[in-house]
């Protein structure tokens, strides 16, 4: 991947700062479970029970549609489970991660453009240790990334700049890769267990291979 156009850094939060782990899952899938009882009119104990019937065995997405739900439909949950659930208890500092945002921050103005609200978000942050001063700007959930709205209004900060100028830097296909690119704007996937041949972008295990690459 060429960098020398990219002018502008954005990243996710959520499991792209920090990495999955068990706590984080159980945390992430009791809201899982709350929405689908909603959903089902059920209770959540009945939801975690029907929820398990396919998952480990496939993804939280896929277990959601297995149970009816259509494809967007179960994304938005899990999304959501993801970016609405208190993870902050679980959340511990990594000092080579804030070392790679620092040094991105020298060299680009980095951008944090998240799905978790405001709260949640700043309170994420305080918890990874990570200054939010880091970032000239910090775009939260109050304004939708699901459906492009976030990276637009990132854009619109920089007026006369190309989209070529701006990369992203996040975990999940569908919202950091392949919405980016459908606006014309580059991107790096990262804590990527098995890579996707047919994905044009760098797929790195951890963020942190990242100053490795740029």
């Keep these: 991947m060429n960098f020398s156009y990219i002018k502008y850094v954005g990243c996710d939060l959520d499991q792209t700062l920090y990495p999955k782990s068990p706590e984080i899952d159980t945390a992430i899938q009791a809201n899982i479970y709350t929405t689908l009882g909603h959903i089902k009119h059920i209770t959540q104990e009945e939801a975690k029970n029907?929820?398990?019937?396919?998952?480990?065995?496939i993804s939280g997405r896929k277990t959601l549609i297995a149970l009816g739900l259509g494809p967007d439909d179960a994304e938005k949950v899990v999304q959501d489970a993801l970016e609405n659930a208190d993870?902050?208890?679980?959340?511990k500092p990594?000092?080579?991660?804030?070392?790679i945002l620092t040094m991105l921050g020298i060299k680009?103005?980095?951008?944090?453009?998240?799905?978790?609200n405001q709260k949640l978000a700043y309170e994420k942050l305080k918890s990874l240790q990570i200054p939010a001063q880091l970032f000239k700007h910090i775009i939260t959930g109050e304004i939708s990334k699901s459906d492009g709205t976030a990276f637009k209004e990132w854009m619109n900060y920089y007026p006369g700049s190309t989209p070529e100028q701006f990369l992203y830097i996040g975990d999940r296909k569908s919202t950091d890769v392949d919405l980016p690119l459908t606006l014309g704007m580059k991107a790096i996937l990262v804590n990527v267990a098995e890579q996707d041949a047919n994905l044009p972008v760098l797929q790195l295990k951890s963020f942190?291979?990242?100053?490795?690459?740029m």
């Excluded at 029907?50 to 065995?57: A, E, R, T």
């Excluded at 942190?208 to 690459?213: A, D, F, G, P, T």
Aim: proline content about 12%.
């Design 50 to 57: 029907l929820f398990y019937k396919y998952y480990p065995g």
């Design 87 to 91: 993870l902050t208890p679980f959340l």
């Design 94 to 99: 990594d000092p080579k991660v804030l070392s």
């Design 108 to 116: 680009y103005p980095l951008t944090l453009i998240t799905g978790s």
């Design 208 to 213: 942190k291979e990242i100053m490795n690459k």
